[in-house]
Structure formats: C-alpha cells, structure tokens
C-alpha cells in the first residue's frame, strides 16, 4: 500500500498487555499511556475501548499537561493474571499537516533540557558537533540520518533503564535508544525536540521516534524524524503520546505487592481499515 500517496487514511489499532504472576498479587497500580492523542495534526482518534479483565479494579483517566490520555487502574487482588486491551480507530486526513503550536513552544525548557536518560557526553556532543550549521530542520536532519549511522539495531541488548550515552558506547539497540541519542543531540545543539511514542504500520511492536519543534511562519511546527529507520515520519506512523523520554510515555509501567517473578506479555496489530 502506497500510504504516503493517500488523501485519507482509517486505521484500526488492537493492542494488549497481559500480566501473569505465580502466585496471587495485592495491590497493583498500573499506569498505562496506550490510549492514542484525540488529535495530533492530520491524525485524529475516532473512536477507542480500553478494557481490564482478569480483576476487580478501579480506573482513572485523565489527559495530562502534554495532551496524552494517561490511565490508572488500582486491583485490591489479582489471582493469576490481569489484561489491559484496546481497540481504537483512527483517520489520518492528509493536508490537515503537521501538529501546529504556539509561537513560544520552541522555547519549553521541558523539550530544551536533557533528562536523565538524554544528557550528553563527549560523544553525543561530538555528534552533535557535525550536525552544527544551518536552520533547525536541517540540523535535526543530519541528527537523524547520523544517529542512524551510528547504531545497530539489536533487541536485548538494552533496557528501559539504558541512557542516549550508553548505548551510542555499545553501538546498538532498540528505537527507544535511537531516538534518545537523537533526542541528547538535538538537545546538545539548543532544538527542542520530543520523545513520541506510537505505532509504525507493518512493524511487530510499539515505536518510537522524535520530533523538532521548529519556528515557521509566526508559530511552531512539530517535525516528525525516524532515526531507527533514517528518514522522515510518514502517513503510516501513528503518534500515542508524547513526553521528554521514554520514561515520561512508557505504554505500561506500575507496580504489585506479592512474590517476584511476573511475566508481561503483548501483542499489537495495526491494520488499514480504509484507504482513499
């Protein structure tokens, strides 16, 4: 399918986290960042179900100061398992653009600092060195086709835990690190630049990649880049959230009172419902 040819697009997303426990838990709080944006520029969520099972449980929801859906959910007791499933439909409306913000946006020292997990070192500074020159669309350009160069992709040889500075050291990892070495770059070299995290049409799991706040025509713009990938972000990524770093958006993080050992599980399709 030619995505970046259509005029509109309808996606439909099932996504499912499933935590199982050898023996029964007590007290878990789960926080989970899975439900899509109401809008981010031509993405627009139409319609979206997120569901519990497996435990009596208390829920709450709220959109946070970023404009992501973040939700709660507190279980007194789980037996053996607990599941969190959504279904979402959304429609892309080409020519609707990209994300659109205040004048001042580029200005957020929340996008301008680094975070623990994006602060430079020698290295990143160094790579951020040969991004230097021009405007900040095209500095973030080479940031993302040089944080591409610079990293393997390898699962399992990184974790939530690993920094922009570590795993540009080991040369490999996963989207979330090429994103933060992008991000640590980017940051280095006084862009404003944020984590998203989200959906990549005909990939297996959830995907990360950055966005550039970028002054335009009296307000900002939000660029989107893929350094896992090495180019720009088209019509088949879906944006879900929005943060610093990973940290601020992991789709599922919480914590239970009970014997050590749990085991998450996942599963996640996107497909094209519509294509015009």
Request: charged content about 25%; some cysteine; hydrophobic content about 40%.
């Amino acid at each position: 399918m030619d995505l970046d040819s259509a005029e509109r697009i309808e996606f439909r997303v099932e996504q499912s986290f499933r935590y199982s426990y050898d023996a029964p838990v007590t007290s878990l709080a789960q926080r989970l960042v899975v439900v899509p944006r109401r809008r981010h520029g031509d993405l627009y969520r139409r319609t979206h179900r997120l569901e519990v099972l497996g435990a009596e449980h208390v829920r709450r929801s709220r959109v946070d100061a970023a404009g992501n859906t973040v939700v709660r959910v507190s279980a007194a007791w789980v037996e053996r398992a607990v599941e969190f499933r959504l279904t979402a439909t959304l429609d892309r409306v080409v020519g609707d653009g990209p994300p659109i913000l205040p004048p001042d946006a580029s200005a957020d020292p929340r996008f301008r600092r680094p975070t623990r997990l994006t602060t430079a070192d020698q290295a990143i500074r160094e790579l951020a060195d040969r991004c230097a020159g021009g405007d900040s669309e095209e500095m973030a350009e080479r940031a993302c086709m040089l944080t591409h160069a610079a990293l393997t992709y390898e699962y399992g040889v990184t974790n939530v835990s690993t920094t922009a500075a570590e795993a540009l050291a080991a040369g490999r990892g996963v989207c979330q690190d090429f994103a933060h070495v992008m991000l640590a770059a980017c940051r280095a070299l006084g862009i404003a630049s944020r984590y998203v995290s989200g959906h990549l049409v005909g990939q297996g799991g959830t995907h990360a990649w950055v966005e550039v706040l970028v002054p335009r025509s009296g307000a900002v713009v939000a660029l989107a880049f893929d350094p896992c990938h090495g180019r720009r972000a088209g019509n088949g990524y879906l944006t879900v959230a929005l943060g610093r770093d990973y940290a601020e958006v992991a789709p599922t993080s919480g914590t239970y009172v009970g014997a050590p050992g749990g085991n998450l599980t996942g599963s996640r399709k996107v497909t094209v419902a519509n294509l015009m």
